[in-house]
T-cell receptor, first 113, second 111 residues
Framework: SAVISQKPSRDICQRGTSLTIQCQVD?????MFWYRQQPGQSLTLIAT?????????ESGFVIDKFPISRPNLTFSTLTVSNMSPEDSSIYLC??????????FGQGTRLTVV | QKEVEQDPGPLSVPEGAIVSLNCTYS??????FMWYRQYSRKGPELLMY????GNKEDGRFTAQVDKSSKYISLFIRDSQPSDSATYLC???????????FGSGTKLNVKP
């Protein structure tokens, strides 16, 4: 199984600022996924990040708000820009695990005040 | 209509009970089916994965897929307080390019 490290684990941010979340995987992976999980809710896919190409965003999510970088096969960042309290959520990085499904990081718990 | 439906619970059972967790889905193209366990303030942990119809057993856990009914289940035998968590079902088509998650069922196993 892949080991996924996410930083920071939690943060409290002022509205209008930006936060960059880092995701490091202990093995090379083609696809990395970024999810949002609001309190008591399931996972909502924000975007899929492939190394060497632009991220693919799901409906309702735009690059200006959630820019993603994928500089190599083991690392990705998600930035939450111009934050508002509605962005308070858990953000999760995930990688595909062959035919087993997906593995997740521990998540970044973001509170915007 | 959501592609994956899951009863949010909460489900409360006494220790030692058999737990049945279920999901239904609408997309017949789903080929891979997964169950995740998520403890409070943690990321989802892959518990079981199955391909197509049938049963798969792993210790106290059994995953069951009925593609004809578009229905999947997770059974937990001899449930323990440590099984208290939210259980999410997930599905994917053959290419694994996207995962579709249920809303999660919160399980509480009482000592």
């Amino acid at each position: 199984s892949a080991v996924i490290s996410q930083k920071p684990s939690r943060d409290i941010c002022q509205r209008g600022t930006s936060l960059t979340i880092q995701c490091q995987v202990d093995s090379q992976v083609t696809m990395m996924f970024w999810y949002r999980q609001q309190p008591g809710q399931s996972l909502t896919l924000i975007a899929t990040a492939n190394q060497g190409s632009e991220a693919t965003y799901e409906s309702g999510f735009v690059i200006d708000k959630f820019p993603i970088s994928r500089p190599n096969l083991t690392f990705s960042t998600l930035t939450v820009s111009n934050m508002s309290p509605e962005d308070s959520s858990i953000y999760l990085c995930s990688v595909r695990a062959g035919l087993k499904g997906a593995f997740f990081g521990q998540g970044t718990r973001l509170t915007v005040v | 209509q959501k592609e994956v439906e899951q009863d949010p619970g909460p489900l409360s059972v006494p220790e030692g009970a058999i737990v049945s967790l279920n999901c239904t889905y609408s997309n017949s193209a789903f080929q891979y089916f997964m169950w995740y366990r998520q403890y409070s303030r943690k990321g989802p942990e892959l518990l079981m994965y199955t391909y197509s119809s049938g049963n798969k057993e792993d210790g106290r856990f059994t995953a069951q897929v009925d593609k004809s009914s578009k229905y999947i289940s997770l059974f937990i035998r001899d449930s323990q307080p440590s099984d208290s968590a939210t259980y999410l079902c997930a599905m994917s088509q053959y290419n694994f390019n996207k995962f579709y998650f249920g809303s999660g069922t919160k399980l509480n196993v009482k000592p």
